[in-house]
């Protein structure tokens, strides 16, 4: 029999991945904050997805982080900031080969797990696909997209990949997983903040094209430095044609800050300054944008790291 699933966090990706790990018949349990969101998940009947236009819902075995039940495999699929504190509430559970696939935005939060559980296999995953709650135990699946995952310490890819394959989630094994994310970081620091700070959706940023421009020139060169030319490559180009494609979607941090929730800015813009500085790198408009940022997340009461 396969080897159980546990997903931590059960946001728009965690409840995508366990609706089809389940769909395809993949044995998997979903791990809740505590006994009060237990027991509301209990009264429903499960998670259900909603696919061009169509509801499924699927009866996925629902348990809080106190469960005697070992933990082989588990997909943190929480934000960045929660990520450490969550595992540790799971530390008793954690089997000593446990493999850890996170599936968080941004940089930093992966390695600092990954340095508090050496025994274990920490899988990178980022991914680009799109969707939303609409209600509690709820998930939108608002655009196919695709998964990469690696592990850059151990090239070899796992046998459990038949399971995404089964479940119908576009993936594939990448051995230059530190450079998707790397891309991926600086995508986001080139698109997020300035949705937020301009109030608009992504393609919204298309009245602001010098802007754009010249954050991603200082990415690109941060890229560089840091030893990731393959993520700097045609980096503006690319941001330009997110842009487009995703003209009418909010961005994640919008969303975030529309909601009055903690952002992952600690991860994006400030792992990036963060990395310039250490290569002393003069990065003015990124730290601009950082620092007009924190000040406008402090002025709604919200956290800033």
């Not at 180009?237 to 994640?252: C, G, K, L, P």
Request: with cysteine; net charge neutral; proline share 5%.
């Amino acid at each position: 029999m396969s080897t159980t699933w546990h997903i931590l966090g059960a946001g728009s990706l965690g409840t995508l991945w366990a609706t089809r790990l389940a769909r395809a018949g993949v044995p998997v349990r979903l791990i809740v904050r505590n006994p009060a969101r237990l027991a509301s998940y209990r009264a429903g009947q499960g998670l259900t997805v909603v696919e061009h236009g169509v509801e499924q819902t699927y009866p996925v075995i629902g348990e809080t982080p106190d469960s005697p039940v070992p933990i082989r495999r588990l997909l943190v699929a929480c934000k960045a900031y929660d990520a450490q504190s969550a595992i540790a509430q799971l530390q008793h559970r954690l089997a000593p080969d446990a493999e850890l696939i996170l599936l968080q935005n941004g940089l930093g939060s992966q390695d600092a797990v990954a340095a508090q559980w050496p025994s274990a296999r920490c899988i990178f995953a980022s991914s680009t696909e799109g969707a939303f709650r609409d209600g509690d135990w709820r998930v939108v699946f608002a655009g196919h997209g695709y998964t990469w995952l690696g592990d850059a310490s151990h090239p070899t890819p796992p046998l459990w990949l038949d399971d995404l394959q089964a479940a119908g989630i576009p993936h594939e094994w990448a051995t230059d997983i530190l450079t998707r994310l790397w891309r991926k970081l600086a995508l986001n620091c080139a698109i997020n903040p300035l949705t937020v700070l301009y109030h608009c959706r992504n393609g919204g940023l298309s009245a602001h094209h010098c802007e754009v421009a010249t954050l991603c020139a200082e990415l690109a060169e941060l890229l560089e430095r840091c030893g990731q030319p393959a993520a700097a490559q045609d980096l503006h180009s690319e941001v330009e044609r997110v842009i487009q494609a995703t003209a009418a979607n909010y961005s994640s941090m919008y969303q975030d800050v529309a909601n009055a929730r903690r952002t992952e800015i600690s991860y994006l813009l400030g792992y990036a300054c963060q990395a310039a500085a250490r290569h002393q790198l003069a990065v003015p408009h990124l730290q601009q944008v950082h620092a007009q940022l924190v000040a406008h997340l402090l002025a709604r009461g919200l956290a800033s790291n």
